[in-house]
């Protein structure tokens, strides 16, 4: 089955800083979202793009499905980012099972 | 206001027990799921239904049960079988065209 690597694992930025996190999924995606989980537990959807860019104030979203990769953007970032980001990938194999990757964990320091 | 409940938020367990996680939507979505998620680890799903009276084993059906009596409902039965049940669990829903999925805010279940 499909394959999704999220990268960096861990990310320590100080208040103001921007990032960029990747998603790698190994085969053709119908379906690509993009989750912040705060440290309640709380799945909230930030992107739904299985191709193409998005922007949300600060945050902002590509993924390049030819080439097999999502990408998520935080600038200016603030406390109330920290938390576990995760992208989750829906083949086109005709299944509607999201496979997640395993997340990167991003600590915002003041 | 629309959206995905699960209750309880904490469940606490003897083994040997059986316990049921209610999930409940009002989106008028066709399909839910539930996942699994450990610490520090991603989501792995146990169970979907596309449609009411129909779903699906996922990659960790074993020792759990679901029903869809009703397009608003998806319980989630975790039995005696399941050899390691502490964990939070998660439930989503999505519209089947789209597939984007939505989630509750989760129950944390732990087995005493």
């Known amino acids: 089955g499909i394959q999704v690597e999220q990268s960096p694992p861990d990310l320590i930025l100080q208040e103001g800083a921007n990032s960029t996190l990747r998603c790698n999924f190994s085969?053709?995606?119908?379906?690509l979202q993009w989750f912040h989980q705060n440290p309640w537990g709380q799945l909230i959807n930030l992107f739904y793009?299985?191709?193409g860019t998005k922007q949300n104030g600060r945050l902002s979203a590509t993924t390049v499905a030819t080439e097999r990769y999502s990408l998520l953007y935080i600038s200016s970032s603030q406390t109330t980012d920290s938390g576990v980001y995760f992208c989750?990938?829906?083949?086109?194999?005709?299944?509607?099972?999201?496979?997640f990757g395993t997340g990167t964990r991003l600590k915002v320091l003041a | 206001d629309g959206g995905i409940t699960q209750s309880p938020k904490y469940l606490f367990r003897k083994e040997g027990q059986n316990v049921t996680l209610s999930c409940e939507q009002n989106l008028n979505h066709d399909a839910m799921y539930w996942y699994r998620q450990d610490p520090g680890q991603g989501l792995r799903l146990i169970y979907y239904?596309?449609?009411?009276?129909?779903?699906q084993k996922g990659d960790i059906a074993e020792g759990y049960s679901v029903s869809r009596e009703k397009k608003e409902s998806f319980p989630l039965t975790v039995t005696s079988a399941q050899k390691n049940p502490t964990a939070f669990y998660l439930c989503?829903?999505?519209?089947?065209?789209?597939?984007?999925?939505?989630f509750g805010p989760g129950t944390r279940l732990t087995v005493l």
């Open positions: 793009i299985p191709s």
């Open positions: 989503a829903s999505s519209i089947v065209v789209t597939n984007e999925q939505f």
């Open positions: 989750a990938a829906v083949t086109t194999s005709g299944t509607y099972k999201y496979i």
């Open positions: 085969d053709s995606v119908n379906n």
């Open positions: 239904s596309q449609i009411v009276n129909d779903f």
